[in-house]
C-alpha cells in the first residue's frame, strides 16, 4: 500500500503568512494528489485536485504542486477563515487510497 | 443541489454490528463511484472503503477488511456500510463521500455528507 508522509503535523501562524504544507508519497503517484480541509464538526473540504487544480469557489490563495512523490500546498495571505487542519489524499493505482496524517494550522 | 446524508451512528457494544447509511439526492447516484471515510475523535482522516457504480468492485482499507461490507442500492440512491465485529478503535465520525471520476483528472472525492457518529464501547 501506498503510505503518505505529511509535514510538518502542526504550524503556528499569522494573518498574512504564507503556509507551505508538504506530503511524500512511498512511491510515484503521478498527479493522484488531492488536499482537503478540515474544520471541526464540519465535513471536509477539496481545496485541489490532481495536484495543482484548484476546485471550483475555492480562493485562489490556495494553490498545490507537485508530482510523482512529491507534492506541496501553499496557502498565501492565510485569512482567519483558513485556520484549520489539512490532509493530502492520494487516489493512485489500486483502488486502497490513503490519507496523510494532517496538518493544523493554528494562530500565532 | 448534491446532499448526502449519513444515518445509522449509534452506540455499540465491542464485538456488536452496525449497518450505517447514506441517502444520495441532487446527482445521477448510480454514475458515480461512492467511498466511505471515517475520522476518529482527536484523529485523522481514513479512508476506509470505496464501491463501484454497480457494485462489482469493492475496496477496503486494511484495519476494516473482512469485518465491512459496503454495498449500494442505485435504485434507492442509498449507499451502505455493514459493521460486524466491532472493536473500540472503530469509534470515530463516519463520512460518506462522492468520488468524481472524469476522463481528464484523476480521481478525488468531491462532495461529502455531514457524518454519523458510531462508539464503540461497553
Known amino acids: 500500500d501506498i503510505q503518505m508522509t505529511q509535514s510538518p503535523s502542526s504550524l503556528s501562524a499569522s494573518v498574512g503568512d504564507t503556509v507551505t504544507i508538504t506530503c511524500r508519497a512511498s512511491?510515484?503517484?503521478?498527479?493522484?494528489l488531492n488536499w482537503y480541509q478540515k474544520k471541526p464538526g464540519k465535513a471536509p473540504k477539496v481545496l485541489i485536485y490532481?495536484?495543482?487544480s484548484l476546485q471550483s469557489g475555492v480562493p485562489s490563495r490556495f494553490s498545490g504542486s507537485g508530482s510523482g512523490t512529491d507534492f506541496t500546498l501553499i496557502i498565501s495571505s492565510l485569512q482567519p477563515e483558513d485556520f484549520a487542519t489539512y490532509y493530502c489524499?492520494?487516489?493512485?493505482?489500486?483502488?486502497?487510497?490513503?490519507f496523510g496524517q494532517g496538518t493544523k494550522v493554528e494562530i500565532k | 443541489e448534491v446532499q448526502l446524508v449519513e444515518s445509522g451512528g449509534d452506540l455499540v457494544q465491542p464485538g456488536g454490528s452496525l449497518r450505517l447509511s447514506c441517502a444520495a439526492s441532487?446527482?445521477?447516484?448510480?454514475?458515480?463511484?461512492m467511498t466511505w471515510v471515517r475520522q476518529a475523535p482527536g484523529k485523522g482522516l481514513e479512508w476506509v472503503a470505496n464501491?463501484?457504480?454497480?457494485?462489482?468492485?469493492?475496496y477496503y482499507a486494511d484495519s476494516v477488511k473482512g469485518r465491512f461490507t459496503i454495498s449500494r442500492d442505485n435504485a434507492k440512491n442509498s449507499l451502505y456500510l455493514q459493521m460486524n465485529s466491532l472493536r473500540a478503535e472503530d469509534t470515530a465520525v463516519y463520512y460518506c463521500?462522492?468520488?468524481?471520476?472524469?476522463?481528464?483528472?484523476?480521481?478525488?472525492?468531491?462532495?461529502w455528507g455531514q457524518g454519523t457518529l458510531v462508539t464503540v464501547s461497553s
Open positions: 463521500a462522492r468520488d468524481l471520476w472524469s476522463s481528464s483528472s484523476p480521481p478525488y472525492l468531491d462532495y
Open positions: 441532487g446527482f445521477t447516484f448510480g454514475s458515480d463511484w
Open positions: 464501491i463501484k457504480q454497480d457494485g462489482s468492485e469493492k
Open positions: 512511491q510515484s503517484i503521478s498527479n493522484h
Open positions: 490532481a495536484a495543482s
Open positions: 489524499l492520494q487516489t493512485y493505482g489500486s483502488l486502497t487510497w490513503t
